[in-house]
């Protein structure tokens, strides 16, 4: 396989595990939120609430642009340094995903400074880190997709 061809399979598998971080981002509150909700009230019917064709494409593209600010860099990184373990896509994850909910207005909706509510975001970041992490972030700085080892 030419380098060229090898490079843009590899930038493929990053765009396919970042747009499935980001995913997993998103959801991952939407559904803890409808657990606490539902073990709380026991009421099941906020899921019903959120408007899932007008506001989740415009959650996946806000957070898919502003995220990309923090991670990308990350990304690049990790990509140049060869950096495979799970733990830094996890910790990245985390710190992209509090400093989004911190940062961006109007995300955090007033509980910004909750503990709780910032390892809330951190269970959401720590998520979407290690997915990107299963799809792409575990052969990092290999684009031909082999380990010259």
């Given at each position: 396989m030419s380098r060229s061809l090898?490079?843009?399979?590899?930038?493929?598998i990053i765009a396919i595990g970042y747009i499935a971080a980001v995913l997993t981002s998103i959801l991952v509150p939407v559904l803890l939120i409808v657990l606490l909700a539902g073990i709380e009230d026991g009421n099941w019917s906020i899921i019903f609430t959120f408007d899932w064709l007008a506001s989740f494409p415009l959650a996946v593209l806000t957070v898919a642009i502003c995220a990309?600010?923090?991670v990308g860099p990350a990304i690049v990184l990790a990509e140049r340094l060869a950096l495979r373990g799970w733990f830094y896509f996890a910790v990245t994850g985390a710190i992209t995903s509090i400093a989004f909910g911190?940062?961006?207005?109007?995300?955090?909706?007033?509980f910004v400074f909750n503990p709780g509510f910032l390892g809330f975001l951190a269970a959401a970041g720590i998520a979407a880190?290690?997915?990107?992490?299963?799809?792409?972030?575990h052969k990092s700085g290999h684009p031909a997709g082999r380990d010259p080892r």
């Amino acid at each position: 396989m030419s380098r060229s061809l090898a490079w843009m399979k590899r930038l493929a598998i990053i765009a396919i595990g970042y747009i499935a971080a980001v995913l997993t981002s998103i959801l991952v509150p939407v559904l803890l939120i409808v657990l606490l909700a539902g073990i709380e009230d026991g009421n099941w019917s906020i899921i019903f609430t959120f408007d899932w064709l007008a506001s989740f494409p415009l959650a996946v593209l806000t957070v898919a642009i502003c995220a990309l600010l923090i991670v990308g860099p990350a990304i690049v990184l990790a990509e140049r340094l060869a950096l495979r373990g799970w733990f830094y896509f996890a910790v990245t994850g985390a710190i992209t995903s509090i400093a989004f909910g911190v940062f961006v207005p109007g995300s955090a909706g007033g509980f910004v400074f909750n503990p709780g509510f910032l390892g809330f975001l951190a269970a959401a970041g720590i998520a979407a880190g290690w997915v990107y992490w299963r799809l792409a972030g575990h052969k990092s700085g290999h684009p031909a997709g082999r380990d010259p080892r």
